[in-house]
């Protein structure tokens, strides 16, 4: 059995980093033409179709990151941002300094360890199994 700060700890860790991820969705698909510079870039990696794939990204960040803070399908949404943030740290950032992909790197680190702990107590999860 956890103890109650293990579950505190890992909902202060869902709720910020879901809120930070999250807010790099909402700046990449509501900020005027950045979606558009965000494409493009996805295309410049060389990924087929880079409309699906930039949209793909920047939602998994949005309502990935949403769901992480909320713990609602906390696992999948972990992956969802394991996944995006891969890509990020090791394909677009990859020939960058370290300085630059570390973000990326941390939130692929933080989604890899809730991928493994889950939600904890604290989560909509928790509430959904116990109905």
């Given at each position: ?11 202060i ?11 790099h ?6 900020t ?24 793909s ?6 309502l ?55 939600a904890?107590?604290?989560?909509v ?7």
């Amino acid at each position: 059995m956890s103890k109650w700060y293990h579950d505190v700890g890992l909902l202060i860790l869902r709720v910020l980093t879901g809120l930070f991820m999250a807010s790099h969705g909402y700046g990449k698909i509501f900020t005027e033409g950045r979606m558009e510079q965000f494409t493009e870039g996805v295309a410049e990696m060389g990924f087929p179709l880079p409309i699906v794939f930039a949209w793909s990204a920047a939602l998994s960040e949005l309502l990935g990151g949403l769901l992480l803070a909320a713990g609602l399908f906390t696992r999948y949404a972990a992956f969802l941002i394991f996944c995006t943030m891969t890509v990020a740290a090791f394909i677009a950032h990859g020939d960058d300094p370290f300085s630059v992909k570390e973000k990326a790197l941390l939130f692929w680190t933080i989604s890899l360890a809730v991928m493994f702990l889950g939600a904890g107590q604290y989560a909509v999860d928790r509430l959904i199994r116990k109905k």
